[in-house]
């Protein structure tokens, strides 16, 4: 069975654009949530979104939105990059909650 | 705020060791505990976890105490292998005013010399 798969693998944006992240979860699980990774640091909740509604945000400005399309996947949008928003955004799903979340390789963002 | 701690950024241990790995939390309403391991270039991958109802759980080489008094936890690795190397994280899960969300610490490198 696929893992959890991200795209796209690595991309570099330039201050003030916007960039798109996309997940496909496990066949069969219904919850996503996306995290970012700085370096050094651990992952930091960004949204979990759960039978295609929002179920939990994390301390992230309006900047970051997502969705959860009706076959699980999902999208992260962040408008306007800073350079701070360069990081490794990572997507996980589960078929509840936040038990035993299963990480897809994650997407290296560059923001120049 | 670090909600989940891990004090110490790295770990180097010789191959069939016991590695131990620790982690601190400071919010008592933690019920659950995860580790996850990370390669270079890959995501989390979920190891093992522990409830606060037990003291320890244990799966193959890998055991997770749980002190809740002492809001403390350790992951241990018994034998070490080269294969164990790589970043460990501790997380818990956190429902918060309507919002659920994952936490985690920084993470331990943990290297296995061969």
């Known amino acids: 069975d696929a893992g959890v798969t991200q795209s796209p693998t690595h991309l570099i944006k330039t201050r003030g654009q916007q960039v798109t992240l996309r997940c496909s979860p496990i066949?069969?699980?219904?919850?996503v949530s996306w995290y970012q990774q700085v370096l050094g640091q651990g992952p930091q909740f960004i949204f979990q979104?759960?039978?295609?509604?929002?179920?939990g945000r994390g301390n992230f400005p309006d900047r970051f939105s997502a969705r959860q399309f009706p076959n699980y996947s999902s999208e992260l949008n962040v408008n306007a990059l800073l350079l701070g928003d360069s990081a490794l955004y990572l997507c996980?799903?589960?078929?509840?909650?936040?038990?035993?979340?299963?990480f897809g390789p994650g997407t290296r963002l560059t923001v120049t | 705020d670090q909600q989940v701690k891990q004090n110490s950024p790295s770990l180097s241990v010789q191959e069939g060791r016991i590695s131990i790995l620790n982690c601190d939390y400071t919010?008592?309403?933690?019920?659950?505990f995860l580790w996850y391991k990370k390669y270079p270039a890959e995501g989390p991958t979920f190891l093992i976890s522990?409830?606060?109802?037990?003291d320890k759980n244990e799966d193959g080489r890998f055991t997770v105490f749980l002190n809740k008094s002492a809001k403390h936890l350790s992951l241990h690795i018994v034998p070490s292998q080269p294969g164990d190397s790589a970043v460990y994280f501790c997380?818990?899960?956190?429902?918060?005013?309507?919002?659920?969300?994952?936490?985690f610490g920084k993470g331990m490198k943990l290297t296995v010399n061969p």
């Open positions: 066949s069969g699980h219904k919850s």
């Open positions: 997380a818990a899960p956190l429902t918060q005013g309507g919002s659920e969300k994952l936490v």
């Open positions: 979104y759960y039978e295609k509604e929002e179920r």
């Open positions: 919010n008592s309403m933690f019920d659950y």
């Open positions: 522990i409830s606060s109802i037990k």
């Open positions: 996980a799903s589960s078929l509840l909650g936040f038990y035993e979340q299963y």
